[in-house]
């Protein structure tokens, strides 16, 4: 079992930054994939990025490419979410989420899931 618990939520202006963590506890989360998603209000939760076990793999929805930077640091059992040049439209409730099995850019079946941290960005 794991226990994924998300922070650094907050409300910032747009243009602006915010960095999410992602604290595992139980297994370590080292044995695991990493997912973020978002969910917004009225919307479909929708996938944001994934992270291989290593941190060596990454992949990006269109819409945060270039924006976002996922990184792990499994001595911390912690996931990041680096937000960058931040707009309304990311405004969102963002959760982790942990996978086992073989690691694919998107589509993978997450096992785990926090509890979601709010993200809301002003024009």
């Known amino acids: 079992q794991v226990q994924l618990v998300e922070s650094g939520g907050g409300l910032v202006q747009a243009g602006g930054s915010l960095r999410l963590s992602c604290a595992a506890s139980?297994?370590?989360?080292?044995?695991?994939?990493a997912g973020w998603f978002r969910q917004a209000p009225g919307k479909e939760r929708e996938f944001v990025s994934s992270?291989?076990?290593?941190?060596?793999?990454?992949y990006y929805a269109d819409s945060v490419k270039g924006r976002f930077t996922i990184s792990r640091d499994n001595a911390k059992n912690t996931v990041y979410l680096q937000m960058n040049s931040l707009n309304p439209e990311d405004t969102a409730v963002y959760y982790c989420?942990?996978?086992?099995?073989?690691?694919?850019?998107?589509?993978?079946?997450?096992?785990?899931w926090g509890q979601g941290t709010q993200v809301t960005v002003s024009s």
């Open positions: 989420a942990g996978a086992g099995g073989l690691y694919k850019e998107s589509g993978m079946k997450y096992d785990y």
């Open positions: 992270i291989n076990r290593s941190g060596g793999r990454t």
């Open positions: 139980g297994r370590a989360f080292l044995t695991y994939n």
